[in-house]
T-cell receptor
Framework: DAGVIQSPRHEVTEMGQEVTLRCKPISGHDYLFWYRQTMMRGLELLIYFNNNVPIDDSGMPEDRFSAKMPNASFSTLKIQPSEPRDSAVYFC?????????????FGNGTRLTVT | AQTVTQSQPEMSVQEAETVTLSCTYDTSESDYYLFWYKQPPSRQMILVIRQEAYKQQNATENRFSVNFQKAAKSFSLKISDSQLGDAAMYFCAYRSSNYGGSQGNLIFGKGTKLSVKP
């Protein structure tokens, strides 16, 4: 079990640039989540998918953020254009269905810095 | 909406001693799940322990145990025989058991930073 794989681990970009974060969930997991972590706001859910379908995107801050899950083994979170206030650690997490007992497995996160 | 509160931003414990981290939550639901996650400096989120609300027995995992008080909506984490490797941020989290749109989401507290002194 390789765990949830996120790339890149670090991303530094200039304001206005497009940023794409990538995630490969654990095989067999049908829920995928994107979280953002900042000192001020803690861990916030941005969006989550079930069977590749977005279920709740109410946490996506604004239209500059978009997420896709084209298949069961890949998801992207895109920010276009990026702004300094988007600087944070972005986590992808996955779990299998079958009840709330199933824990979330997190990737190692992507630290995004927008200058 | 459910909320999770961790009232201790920072805690400190001597190596080999016991420490308790507090967590309270607010919900109108009767069935749900509670979790503690650990985040060391490597920033990986690691599941420490979990509890089902309908189970009265407190969960234990080796040196980690919880004190689950459903009526008080309290879910504290006790770490016994603290080790240097326990130093980390600890997050309490809540998940609804409803099989609806919110069923997947974990709601996190703001975290408690635990330091372990040698």
């Amino acid at each position: 079990d390789a765990g949830v794989i996120q790339s890149p681990r670090h991303e530094v970009t200039e304001m206005g640039q497009e940023v794409t974060l990538r995630c490969k969930p654990i095989s067999g997991h049908d829920y995928l989540f994107w979280y953002r972590q900042t000192m001020m706001r803690g861990l916030e859910l941005l969006i989550y998918f079930n069977n590749n379908v977005p279920i709740d995107d109410s946490g996506m801050p604004e239209d500059r953020f978009s997420a896709k899950m084209p298949n069961a083994s890949f998801s992207t979170l895109k920010i276009q254009p990026s702004e300094p206030r988007d600087s944070a650690v972005y986590f992808c997490a996955s779990r299998r269905s079958g009840g709330g007992w199933s824990p979330l497995h997190f990737g190692n996160g992507t630290r995004l810095t927008v200058t | 909406a459910q909320t999770v509160t961790q009232s201790q931003p920072e805690m400190s414990v001597q190596e080999a001693e016991t420490v308790t981290l507090s967590c309270t939550y607010d919900t109108s639901e009767s069935d749900y799940y509670l979790f503690w996650y650990k985040q060391p400096p490597s920033r990986q989120m690691i599941l420490v322990i979990r509890q089902e609300a309908y189970k009265q027995q407190n969960a234990t995992e080796n040196r980690f145990s919880v004190n689950f008080q459903k009526a008080a909506k309290s879910f504290s984490l006790k770490i016994s025989d603290s080790q240097l490797g326990d130093a980390a941020m600890y997050f309490c989290a809540y998940r609804s058991s409803n099989y609806g749109g919110s069923q997947g989401n974990l709601i996190f507290g703001k975290g408690t930073k635990l330091s372990v002194k040698p």
